[in-house]
């Protein structure tokens, strides 16, 4: 038996948030009261109130909408493209001076742990910032509109103008540095709205903006509903639509647009094939597959939530993972020893369990470690699926939350055919020795992210998206630029 040691509570201050008991929307540079109703953010792990925040209206939209406009016309569109990447620079490190705040409010807001707030997000939000204020000097080598050679210069691509862009609650800050950065460093200006349940980072990265000093209107934050979200897309002062979401809500999206003329991408959602051969170092492997699927919960679109594993080893495989779930810590996410946190909100927890119980009744074997979690707050224990075919629907929806499927095949071509056996396409994981091998199952997985030998690995110097119902477009790297360019 393999000795386990206890760990003694090491919890992160909660006042380092310097949480306030009310936040208010970000337009034309300044912090104002919305049209709308307040809402009531709550911390998941506990449920209880955070602060309240001020809600848009349709006159806050378009007020919004304005101001980016002028913006846009004016100084910001006039400015040199080395000033822009100046601001950019700024932003980027003002995010790591408030890192351990920042850390602390996104997992208060969205439950996460803390050593993935501290380590993954706020870092990964600074380096886009930072890896885009290098490129806005840059355009014109970027290969748009002509060569697709890098290094060959050309006519500086032009900017699409003012792009409205809505984010989801699983990565708050981190997406909308995904979404902000590229559009600055192109020249454009943005509206931006965060998810309802965790808007406190996005409206915390617009004091960092303020304190910034770009010009007035360049990026405006609505907090708000689905009702905020309608109002941007439809709005005729935008040029540009970036939603990361659900599929059903992009594709009401891309029918909303499709005669508007507005540019659009879509990073929508998905259901990874994580795909174990028999020469695969097995111990290796399983660190993958939990990062894979219980990486924030299994709240993450491109999570590895179907495990496909060679029939030769799958009886190991499943061993070595049950070991291994045996030794998570589920709970408090501001204990630095937390491994897996709180689901983001009731009605998503509502979604696990629904597919999580239809797992049972369509006959795939269930099995979750022995473990406590808080009475109070939305929890729900790592699970793991046995025997599931792929017409299951824990095989085919996804759940967006910390529960695996696992599935066998013996051949190359079996494997590929069921990895490709979704809707979705967005990320894929190959695990084997031969490099060979990951090269050939890399050109025949329909997704847009294939990793090897590892699993949510994220840089900004790389582009992600997706294929099929998963969307279009994407963001990160060279690639992400061209979404926010005339080209």
Not at 188 to 217: F, M, Q, S
Not at 430 to 444: H, Y
Request: glycine share 10%; hydrophobic share 40%.
């Amino acid at each position: 038996m393999v000795p386990t040691f206890e760990y003694a509570p090491a919890p992160e201050s909660r006042d380092i948030a310097r949480l306030r008991p009310s936040y208010q929307l970000f337009v034309d540079g300044a912090f104002r009261d919305g049209a709308g109703e307040s809402i009531k953010t709550i911390n998941p792990a506990d449920e209880t109130p955070l602060a309240e925040v001020s809600e848009a209206g349709q006159r806050d939209v378009d007020d919004a909408v304005a101001a980016a406009r002028r913006a846009f016309d004016g100084p910001w569109g006039r400015m040199p493209a080395a000033e822009r990447g100046k601001y950019l620079f700024r932003i980027a490190r003002a995010i790591q001076e408030r890192g351990r705040e920042l850390a602390v409010l996104e997992t208060l807001d969205n439950g996460k742990p803390i050593k993935e707030s501290r380590d993954v997000d706020i870092p990964t939000a600074a380096a886009h910032f930072f890896y885009y204020a290098g490129w806005a000097d840059k355009l014109e080598f970027a290969g748009f509109g002509g060569s697709r050679d890098p290094a060959s210069a050309g006519p500086a691509p032009r900017p699409i103008g003012v792009a409205g862009q809505i984010i989801p609650w699983n990565f708050p800050l981190l997406l909308a540095a995904w979404k902000i950065a590229p559009a600055l460093a192109c020249g454009n200006t943005v509206v931006l709205k965060p998810a309802e349940t965790t808007p406190l980072t996005a409206l915390v990265l617009a004091e960092i903006i303020a304190e910034a000093d770009l010009p007035p209107g360049v990026v405006n934050i609505l907090a708000g509903g689905a009702s905020v979200g309608e109002a941007i897309v439809a709005h005729d002062g935008i040029d540009k639509i970036a939603f990361t979401g659900s599929t059903d809500v992009g594709k009401s999206i891309q029918r909303a647009v499709a005669a508007s003329g507005k540019k659009l991408t879509l990073e929508l959602g998905g259901k990874a094939a994580n795909i174990v051969f028999e020469d695969a170092p097995i111990d290796q492997a399983v660190e993958g597959i939990v990062n894979g699927i219980f990486f924030n919960q299994g709240q993450v679109c491109c999570a590895g939530s179907r495990l496909l594993v060679q029939e030769s080893i799958a009886d190991e495989v499943e061993a070595a993972l049950q070991r291994r779930l045996s030794t998570l810590r589920v709970g408090d996410p501001l204990d630095k020893n937390t491994d897996v946190g709180a689901i983001n909100s009731a009605a998503q927890l509502a979604r696990i369990r629904e597919l999580s119980d239809s797992g049972e009744a369509e006959g795939a074997t269930r099995w979750s470690p022995a473990c406590d979690v808080p009475e109070r707050g939305y929890w729900f224990v790592p699970t793991v699926f046995t025997n599931v075919s792929p017409a299951h629907r824990i095989a085919r929806e996804e759940i967006f939350g910390p529960v695996l499927s696992v599935l066998t095949f013996r051949t190359p071509d079996e494997a590929i055919e069921k990895a490709n056996n979704t809707a979705y396409g967005l990320s894929a994981g190959v695990w084997t020795e031969k490099g060979s091998r990951i090269l050939a199952m890399a050109n025949r997985l329909r997704a847009g992210v294939v990793w090897a030998n590892t699993f949510n690995r994220f840089d900004p110097t790389a582009p992600f998206g997706g294929y099929k119902e998963s969307g279009f477009g994407r963001e990160g790297g060279r690639h992400g630029l061209e979404a926010y360019l005339d080209v």
